[in-house]
């Protein structure tokens, strides 16, 4: 049996590419050179990007888990996993992205600063997330399971993204209001840092709708997977 | 110094982008491999429950 042609998900695939490629060209042709860590310092625009779809994933996973327990539609089970294996995969990236970054800039691959302690907390606490559905064998119990944990878990993403605020740490934070905190990031002239500004805006728009191609491809997916599993039982019986 | 310095940043650079793209890449493939191997097995089904019909 052929399946149906997707255009939507054709669609979204081409865009994210395409988006994507204009993200990096923006970075490297584009993106002002910042005064003290040079080229290197031009990691920072995919690194907060797959950081960005990391996080955007793990509230998609909470949204989903609290509309699984309310209406107990599959539906909203296979959304909560799919989120969650994609922002494990982001995360994962950003931490590398985020270690290949440090070494240069810092003298140091990793370090146990408050903001990396809480984003290596948020990536085990995920992880774990696909391996109790992996233990758990009661498709309903799994989903339930899951739900309650993928709103539990969802407490590790704000307390991530405060903990530059909060916590004493030497990890840039992107939207600080003071001058000391602000990434510790200069550009020679004004217009150079609203270019770096208007690069990083691009960069998160690319990576969110590649994360919508992605999900939309993970989603459909897991369908096929039921199919197959109804048609399994369909015979058995 | 310097033109060693930058030398040796840029490796960074590179290796972070290549991160991703190879990260990207690599989950692509699995879910396309994924769905090929769902589509013969759904084809292989469905001809099971016809031939049964």
């Known amino acids: 049996m052929k399946q149906r042609r997707d255009s939507v998900g054709t669609a979204l695939t081409i865009g994210s590419a395409v988006l994507v490629v204009a993200a990096l060209a923006l970075v490297f042709l584009w993106a002002p050179l910042e005064i003290t860590m040079k080229e290197v310092q031009r990691i920072f625009y995919f690194h907060v990007a797959v950081d960005w779809v990391g996080f955007l994933a793990f509230f998609v996973t909470l949204a989903a888990s609290v509309a699984y327990l309310r209406t107990h539609e599959r539906k909203w089970d296979i959304v909560g996993m799919s989120s969650v294996e994609i922002g494990a995969l982001f995360l994962t990236m950003g931490a590398v992205t985020g270690s290949l970054w440090a070494r240069p800039v810092w003298n140091t691959w990793w370090t146990w600063d408050a903001r990396l302690t809480t984003v290596a907390i948020t990536w085990l606490v995920y992880l774990a997330y696909l391996m109790l559905r992996g233990a758990i064998d009661d498709p309903q119990r799994r989903a339930r399971f899951s739900a309650v944990y993928g709103i539990v878990s969802f407490v590790t993403v704000p307390l991530t993204f405060a903990s530059v605020f909060f916590l004493r740490t030497i990890h840039p934070a992107l939207f600080a209001t003071s001058t000391a905190a602000q990434g510790r990031m200069q550009f020679e002239t004004g217009l150079a840092s609203a270019r770096m500004g208007m690069t990083l805006t691009f960069c998160v728009i690319a990576f969110t709708v590649l994360y919508v191609a992605l999900l939309r491809s993970r989603i459909r997916l897991e369908r096929m997977a039921d199919r197959v599993v109804r048609l399994q039982q369909e015979i058995l019986s | ?53």
């Not at chain 2, 290549?18 to 989950?27: D, P, S």
């Not at chain 2, 084809?43 to 031939?51: D, N, P, T, Y």
């Open chain 2, 1 to 53: 110094m310097a033109d060693w310095m930058g030398f040796k940043n840029a490796i960074f650079l590179v290796a972070a982008y290549g991160v991703f793209w190879l990260g990207t890449f690599l989950y692509v493939i699995t879910l396309n491999q994924r769905q090929r191997n769902l589509e013969k097995d759904l084809e292989a089904l469905e001809a099971l429950v016809q031939k049964d019909q």
